[in-house]
């Protein structure tokens, strides 16, 4: 394996000095770390953000004579904008490497269910595999990348945090689950019990300017989710994909979909727990 040339991207330097500014107190110290926080979340979202507009973007304004397919073109598109973020060192090698990963899970999810018609993706494509489009990956690796990010950019430190085997182990009972469904019982609600009993005393600790604070770490689950949520109806909107229903024109996307969302993100994070550290709060 090559030796990994950096650790950090070149927006640390950007934080490092947005966190030395003093923006005095009251008000201003508010109104500054509200701001921050949400120019580090964006940041954090990059990769997501950037796929996301070319899905809205090609939708929109995309030749319908075009010689290459749009879909192909999503696909080299992302390629470009993955090599590119290394290039420019605005993504680090163990975020890429988060990446590849998310895109390979998400990969083999998307050729078992396009194939018992969970959902279909309408438009044509050379680069694909069976019925699922190369691009459909990078849209998995969109959720690691952020998570990677993320936990990188607000230092993520935990308190009663699970054993590593039992995360594993309800991370791998999710993604079964979501094959054998369609022949055994749904047991999707004792995975939500599951995951409750096993994170319920959980907190996530982030800094957003100088000190940490916390949150429950099922909350941070489930504002994650929700937002995945609001991104695939976009998505759906832009005709990424269709689900049962949108055939003949966008409708909203399920809520029952938010809580697929949220299993999944939780197999999410511990995918990214594999290469980024889990501190606690006095580390």
């Known amino acids: 394996m090559p030796r990994e040339p950096y650790r950090h991207s070149r927006?640390?330097?950007?934080?490092?000095?947005?966190?030395?500014?003093?923006?005095?107190?009251?008000?201003?110290?508010?109104l500054y770390e509200f701001l921050l926080f949400g120019f580090k979340q964006a940041w954090a979202c990059l990769f997501g953000g950037l796929l996301l507009a070319l899905l809205l973007g090609t939708h929109l304004f995309y030749p319908a004579d075009a010689i290459l397919h749009r879909y192909d073109f999503l696909t080299i598109a992302a390629v470009l904008i993955q090599l590119g973020l290394i290039a420019l060192r605005l993504e680090t090698w163990s975020e890429a490497r988060v990446i590849l990963i998310f895109h390979i899970v998400g990969t083999v999810m998307e050729l078992f269910k396009t194939a018992v018609g969970s959902w279909t993706y309408p438009e044509a494509s050379i680069l694909h595999i069976g019925a699922v489009p190369l691009f459909s990956g990078f849209m998995y690796a969109a959720v690691g990348s952020y998570i990677a990010r993320v936990w990188r950019i607000f230092d993520f430190r935990f308190a009663n945090y699970p054993p590593i085997w039992?995360?594993?182990?309800?991370?791998?009972?999710?993604?079964?689950?979501?094959?054998?469904?369609?022949?055994?019982?749904?047991?999707?609600w004792l995975l939500f019990a599951a995951t409750a009993v096993l994170f319920w005393r959980s907190r996530v600790y982030f800094r957003n300017w100088r000190s940490h604070r916390w949150m429950p770490l099922l909350l941070g689950f489930g504002l994650v989710a929700l937002f995945i949520w609001?991104?695939?109806?976009?998505?759906?909107?832009?005709?990424?994909?269709?689900?049962?229903?949108?055939?003949?024109?966008?409708?909203?996307?399920?809520?029952?979909?938010y809580g697929s969302w949220y299993l999944l993100m939780l197999i999410s994070f511990v995918l990214v727990a594999m290469v980024q550290p889990v501190r606690e709060p006095d580390q």
């Open 11 to 30: 927006f640390r330097h950007v934080r490092e000095r947005l966190e030395a500014f003093e923006p005095g107190s009251g008000w201003r110290l508010w």
């Open 166 to 188: 039992a995360t594993w182990v309800l991370a791998g009972a999710i993604y079964v689950n979501f094959f054998a469904h369609h022949w055994l019982p749904d047991i999707r």
């Open 230 to 257: 609001f991104a695939e109806n976009i998505a759906t909107f832009a005709n990424a994909w269709n689900y049962p229903g949108q055939e003949n024109g966008w409708q909203m996307v399920s809520v029952a979909k």
